[in-house]
Nanobody, 125 residues
Framework: QLQLVQYGGGLVKPGGSLALSCAASGFRLDYYNFAWFRQAPGKDREGVACLTSSGGGANYVAAVKGRSIVSKINAESTVYLQLNNLKPEDTGVYYC??????????????????WGQGAQVTVSN
């Protein structure tokens, strides 16, 4: 059974850092694209970062580019999102998602077949 289970999240002060992880049970990570999405209160879910199945390509939205890193460890079947220099506007529920693909990753939610349960990230003093 293919399942994504997320860990991490919590309350962080502005300027702080946070790491989210996504344990991918039943997946061959090198066959799947992974992405992180987030949903702020009252807003639509949006893409944050994604990683192509080969591990050679990562994409970031402008809002987090330069202060986030998406990575994976195939042997651990885990995908990570590191967020640095957090801002209040980073607050939201973060979701990891996966799709069987050999194409470059993107941020169209409809493309992703598997989703984690979500993790709350709150950036506030």
């Amino acid at each position: 059974q293919l399942q994504l289970v997320q860990y991490g999240g919590g309350l962080v002060k502005p300027g702080g850092s946070l790491a989210l992880s996504c344990a991918a049970s039943g997946f061959r990570l090198d066959y799947y694209n992974f992405a992180w999405f987030r949903q702020a209160p009252g807003k639509d879910r949006e893409g944050v970062a994604c990683l192509t199945s080969s591990g050679g390509g990562a994409n970031y939205v402008a809002a987090v580019k330069g202060r986030s890193i998406v990575s994976k460890i195939n042997a651990e079947s885990t995908v990570y999102l590191q967020l640095n220099n957090l801002k209040p506007e980073d607050t939201g529920v973060y979701y990891c998602a996966a799709v069987y693909s050999g194409r470059p990753c993107g941020f169209h939610m409809d493309e992703y077949d598997y989703w984690g349960q979500g993790a709350q990230v709150t950036v506030s003093n």
